[in-house]
């Protein structure tokens, strides 16, 4: 099969004409960015809509109202430091102690990102740019990654704020406190990158955003009494089981990587918490992209 | 499954017209110059590339309007053709501005800060010929047009796509099934059924005079088909229209007449030059499908 399909050039403005009726058609002579710049502004765009900035007042609502939950956490947090001096909720403990509003975020988002394109069939108008089918999807992933992690990280610099103010043992205090506020920080991106891209994941299975949501919400919320009741056996079966669910797979990350007790009883096989998290992780990725590879143009 | 069968075409720059029945391959033939779907045998050439390897270059140059709903209904049309101007790698301001432009081109400049789930078909027909258009591409792949137009808005559309490859200087090519649109306003046409090609060739060289009036009306075509039939007129039947062959001066007193009677609203009564779906059928198979289109 041969085509071939050669149209003119622009078609020159009539340079002598002299009269001039109507600006009409201009062609545009500006710099035209590749795949690279496409991705970023895909991303951007993204993250914009995760937040629902950019978009209708009612899509603001519920993702302002998660981050209003998360940063009311956070100021009780920074209040009862101030008055009592000890510190009740630490930076790690923060990402674990709103894992069900970070869900909630992700239930919601996530369908918000993927779903909508799917139903709406606006993927074609994508895939006939520059943009590759990858690029589509690792551009949505790390929207979702990002948002989940600034939605942990914004309340932590305000702990760290607070932090800072209700310590008086000088500048190795701030570098101590800098520390713990990092550690939380890295902690948050390792939950944020776990969390996105089963979100993701199983939000680009369906055009219906009720039904991603319901999914997403459902692997999360079954898969968690079965760790519980499995790891209630004790042994070894009890010391992987939370493994199953995500939420207590990176609070056993947490536990093996920062030796902060989480109440996930890692026991000999912290190691494999990690070594499971990344290979989920991959193989999440490696699916995304397979499913977008499917998907129809 | 073979969608396209092994055909050579050359076509050249202007308004090309793609034609053939649903299912024949136009999606398909649309999805390979795009580079979306690779042939398994062959090579494809556009605007002098090659799909396979440069197909990120071709579709930076090319503008798509895909045949069904591809529009997000809660976004507002202003703010979606910007994105697709930056997803095509225009600067931000650049898109904005041509976003702007090509929603005016396509005159939905006054409603272009509404959503687009609040646009009529008709609307968002044109969001889509304008985020086509908002990359300034050299070559536009429309695939059905009009689909879900009425009379109006068909017309209104084909006089659009007319003018953007006359006017814009950017070549066109326009999928369509019903031959009887595209014909209007296309340079050259290539027909294809089941995956291979009919015939190719520019419009003026397939003209054959034949005299035939188009008549349309808005509502009760079945009425005036019977009442051309009883007034003696050899009435063929073409999706909306009614074909009646130009025999003497007569015949449009008769057909006006006959509207009249029935009290209908006439949309169209013009005279075409021939009827290109005729000649398509009475073509032979091609043999070694060799055409050239000029």
Not at chain 1, 52 to 62: D, T, V
Not at chain 2, 234 to 251: A, Y
Request: aromatic content about 6%.
């Amino acid at each position: 099969m041969s085509a071939d399909i050669v149209p003119s050039q622009a078609a020159p403005v009539e340079p002598s004409g002299g009269v001039i009726h109507d600006i009409g058609y201009q062609r545009y002579e500006g710099p035209r960015l590749g795949r690279g710049y496409a991705a970023r502004s895909l991303y951007v765009h993204s993250l914009r809509t995760a937040f629902g900035l950019g978009r209708s007042a009612k899509s603001k609502i519920f993702p302002w109202l998660v981050v209003a939950l998360v940063t009311m956490v956070a100021v009780v947090a920074v209040a009862v430091r101030g008055e009592s001096g000890n510190a009740v909720l630490g930076y790690l403990q923060f990402t674990d102690a709103v894992s069900m509003p970070t869900l909630l975020f992700l239930a919601v988002v996530a369908p918000e990102l993927v779903s909508r394109d799917l139903r709406a069939q606006v993927l074609p108008l994508y895939f006939s740019r520059p943009l590759r089918r990858g690029d589509y999807a690792l551009a949505k992933l790390a929207a979702m990654t990002t948002a989940v992690w600034l939605l942990l990280a914004g309340p932590q610099v305000l702990m760290f704020i607070g932090g800072v103010f209700s310590r008086n043992d000088g500048f190795a205090g701030i570098v101590d406190e800098f520390h713990d506020f990092w550690v939380g920080l890295s902690y948050a991106a390792i939950a944020a990158v776990v969390f996105s891209t089963l979100g993701i994941l199983l939000a680009s299975l369906s055009g219906r955003r009720a039904v991603a949501a319901a999914v997403i919400a459902g692997v999360y919320l079954v898969t968690a009494p079965v760790a519980v009741v499995l790891a209630s056996l004790g042994g070894t079966v009890g010391r992987v089981a939370p493994i199953l669910n995500p939420v207590t797979l990176v609070q056993g990350v947490e536990t093996w990587l920062y030796g902060r007790d989480t109440g996930v009883d890692v026991g000999q096989h912290g190691y494999l918490y990690l070594v499971v998290a990344v290979v989920l992780v991959a193989a999440y990725v490696t699916l995304l992209l397979a499913r977008y590879r499917k998907v129809a143009a | 499954m073979t969608a396209l069968d092994a055909f050579t075409v050359d076509i050249e720059p202007g308004i090309i017209g793609l034609v053939g029945a649903n299912g024949a391959g136009k999606s398909t033939l649309i999805k390979t110059l795009l580079g979306l779907s690779a042939p398994t045998s062959g090579t494809v050439r556009v605007l002098g590339l090659d799909p396979g390897p440069d197909g990120e270059a071709i579709r930076a140059r090319v503008g798509y309007m895909p045949e069904h709903d591809s529009l997000p209904p809660d976004m507002v049309a202003a703010e979606f053709v910007t994105h697709m101007g930056r997803m095509s790698g225009l600067p931000r301001t650049a898109a904005r501005e041509r976003a702007s432009e090509a929603l005016r081109h396509v005159g939905l400049y006054e409603e272009r800060y509404r959503q687009i789930g609040g646009y009529s078909t008709g609307m968002k027909q044109r969001v889509k010929l304008a985020q086509a258009l908002v990359h300034d591409p050299d070559l536009l792949l429309l695939d059905e047009p009009t689909n879900g137009l009425d009379p109006a808005g068909r017309d209104a559309m084909l006089a659009l796509v007319y003018r953007i490859g006359t006017e814009f200087g950017i070549s066109v090519m326009v999928c369509s099934h019903l031959l009887g649109e595209v014909e209007r306003i296309c340079d050259s046409l290539v027909a294809i059924d089941g995956g291979k090609l009919l015939r190719a060739d520019r419009v003026s060289a397939m003209t054959v005079r034949r005299d035939v009036l188009a008549v349309e009306v808005d509502e009760g075509t079945e009425q005036l088909e019977a009442g051309l039939v009883q007034a003696g007129l050899p009435v063929t039947r073409e999706g909306r229209m009614l074909l009646v062959p130009l025999e003497s001066e007569q015949t449009y007193d008769t057909i006006l007449g006959t509207v009249a009677a029935l009290d209908l609203p006439l949309h169209r009564l013009d005279q075409r030059r021939h009827r290109v779906a005729e000649l398509f059928s009475t073509q032979p198979p091609p043999r070694e499908v060799e055409d050239r289109v000029s």
